[in-house]
């Protein structure tokens, strides 16, 4: 018994001595409004909208016939993207549609990876429940987010193959009963446009908080010099995974909006 209790209190001392990484797979609750319960990823998505809100309303007001070099600039890159998606879609009509949708997506979860480092994102605690929690953390490391951007993707994606082809000619791309191979052909693109809900939702939030537990556990073990070049690495593939969620959604739509194979 001795023994026992020497060993728990040396645990106690080291617990004390030496902080615990702090991981947590699911998004913690700060409050509650109304009964529903208010994460802290759910909190740094509205911070991530107002910061879009306000940088909206600071360049549209500062909008003027004659461009200064930081309209000149958003100018040229809009423009950069309306053609590469004019060019993907073929079809100028479907991209001046699906352009506020994509460059929305790609700013709202590039922004939100962006910020994940700025002091305040997890290290200012709060109380709620009997337990210490951060009031900011990394949107894109809550499921949640991830699969709702997921759903409007594949919303866009499947309302943008029935707008242009109809609805019956759209759902003939998955059930095609003309042969037994086009049958087998259909329910296997059935099921990859089914899979896209997993696909799309678990690549971001896999990277993001993939990311977010390299940089605390070698924040923890090396805390002076790794973290830096880590961090500036992890800004990038934040970056990155915002341009590939764009990207995908877009290629998805433009096989969305195709003829149906053999239709010609």
Not at 117 to 131: N, R, W
Not at 222 to 230: D, E, G, K, Q, R
Request: no cysteine; charged share 10%; hydrophobic share 60%.
């Amino acid at each position: 018994m001795a023994v026992e209790e020497a060993v728990q209190h040396a645990g106690e001392a080291v617990e004390h001595a030496a902080p615990a990484i702090h991981v947590a797979l699911a998004p913690e609750q700060i409050a509650a409004l109304w009964g529903f319960p208010i994460t802290n990823t759910l909190l740094t998505s509205w911070v991530v909208m107002l910061l879009l809100a306000v940088l909206t309303f600071y360049v549209r007001r500062n909008l003027s016939m004659i461009p200064g070099k930081f309209q000149t600039f958003i100018e040229l890159l809009f423009g950069y993207v309306h053609d590469f998606i004019e060019t993907t879609l073929e079809n100028a009509v479907w991209a001046r549609r699906m352009f506020p949708l994509l460059l929305t997506l790609f700013l709202f979860i590039a922004t939100a990876n962006l910020i994940e480092f700025t002091p305040g994102i997890g290290s200012i605690l709060v109380h709620y429940g009997g337990e210490t929690v951060p009031l900011l953390r990394s949107m894109n490391t809550d499921l949640n987010v991830t699969l709702a951007l997921t759903v409007i993707a594949v919303l866009a994606i499947e309302i943008a193959g029935i707008v242009a082809l109809g609805f019956w000619r759209y759902a003939g791309k998955f059930f095609n009963f003309s042969s037994p191979l086009n049958f087998v052909v259909g329910i296997i693109e059935f099921i990859s446009e089914l899979s896209r809900f997993v696909s799309f939702s678990f690549r971001l939030f896999g990277n993001i908080f993939a990311g977010e537990v390299l940089i605390a556990v070698v924040a923890f073990f090396v805390p002076y010099f790794l973290p830096v070049p880590l961090m500036a690495f992890e800004l990038f593939v934040g970056v990155v995974q915002g341009a590939v969620f764009a990207l995908l959604t877009l290629f998805f739509v433009k096989m969305a909006i195709m003829e149906p194979h053999g239709s010609h």
